[in-house]
């Protein structure tokens, strides 16, 4: 039988696993706070946003949410991130991308101060992680990393593939299964859009992460029977559904589980869990920021 990997349900653990980091942080004075920054009018940013901003209130976490005009200049934005540098109730500051394209992105993610960057997107949290000291590992692959260790997915010496190399899941995702620790150890390909034989890597992969962002892009019959499959897509595609769209995966569900072993759906698998690790870092950055040391799950 083909195991259905619960992402609510990892990320509900995690959550709760976080109560503790929280009060003992309360009971020195210190409420973490997590600012969310949206300069877009893109209504899946905003459901993800708010998404965001509910978790926090669920674990007793401080939100502050700052919407900024679209069509504002890219100094607004600036002027946005150094207040919000500059406040000691602030711990985290999560910018939602995209961003405009009058925005310089690159610009964004290094105004963000590194001890508040709790995506791990500064340049200067990316060499950390990389060279294996991570302050926060990015939400979605550290996510990945939790999901395969609840469901005791071996990485260690396993073959795995990930299939994209974005710089928000695909690279750091490689870098954690590549590292000499806990839930690395994986002899890991990345595959992407110039890959000339997706389907022969796929067919040797245990554990295949599908971040390609392209439709139902990996099918059952590329997949290696008992194989763990980590569906990242979240594709809005048109459908006959009260809001007139449906998601879907970048892996076609109905076919790969009947050959994986273990799988995750799209909803309620990889999202949920992005959105716990975010609140696990902003827990991390006020422990740090306040000098309180924290338990974190
Ligand atoms: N600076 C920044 N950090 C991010 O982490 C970031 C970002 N920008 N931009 C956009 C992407 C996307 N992202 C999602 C996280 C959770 C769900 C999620 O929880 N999805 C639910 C359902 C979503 C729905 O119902 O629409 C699920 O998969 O079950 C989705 C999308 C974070 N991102």
Do not use: W
Request: hydrophobic share 40%; with cysteine; aromatic share 2%.
């Amino acid at each position: 039988m083909t195991d259905i990997i619960d992402g609510n349900e990892v990320a509900a653990e995690v959550r709760a696993g976080l109560a503790d980091g929280i009060e003992t942080l309360k009971a020195e004075g210190t409420t973490p706070g997590l600012a969310t920054v949206l300069m877009s009018d893109d209504p899946a940013s905003e459901t993800y946003v708010s998404m965001k901003q509910r978790d926090c209130e669920e674990v007793g976490i401080n939100g502050i949410h700052v919407e900024i005009d679209a069509g504002a200049s890219a100094e607004k934005l600036f002027d946005t991130i150094d207040d919000l540098n500059a406040d000691e109730d602030v711990h985290g500051i999560l910018v939602q991308m995209p961003v405009p394209k009058h925005v310089d992105k690159r610009r964004v993610l290094r105004a963000i101060k590194p001890v508040k960057d709790v995506d791990g997107f500064h340049p200067e949290n990316v060499g950390r992680m990389v060279a294996g000291n991570a302050l926060y590992k990015p939400c979605t692959p550290h996510g990945i990393q939790k999901l395969l260790e609840a469901y005791d997915v071996e990485t260690e010496g396993a073959e795995a593939v990930v299939v994209g190399r974005s710089d928000i899941v695909g690279k750091p995702m490689t870098n954690l299964l590549i590292q000499k620790a806990p839930m690395g150890n994986a002899t890991t390909t990345v595959c992407h859009s110039r890959t000339q034989d997706l389907e022969g890597h796929l067919r040797e992969a245990d554990i295949v992460v599908a971040a390609a962002g392209v439709p139902e892009l990996v099918t059952g019959d590329m997949l290696k029977e008992g194989s763990t499959v980590i569906d990242v897509g979240i594709n809005r595609v048109d459908a006959d559904t009260e809001k007139g769209y449906e998601l879907v995966g970048d892996v076609e569900f109905e076919s790969a589980k009947e050959v994986a072993g273990k799988i995750t759906p799209v909803p309620g698998g990889v999202g949920p869990m992005t959105r716990a690790m975010l609140l696990y870092n902003t827990v991390k950055a006020a422990g740090i920021q306040s000098d309180v040391t924290v338990n974190l799950p």
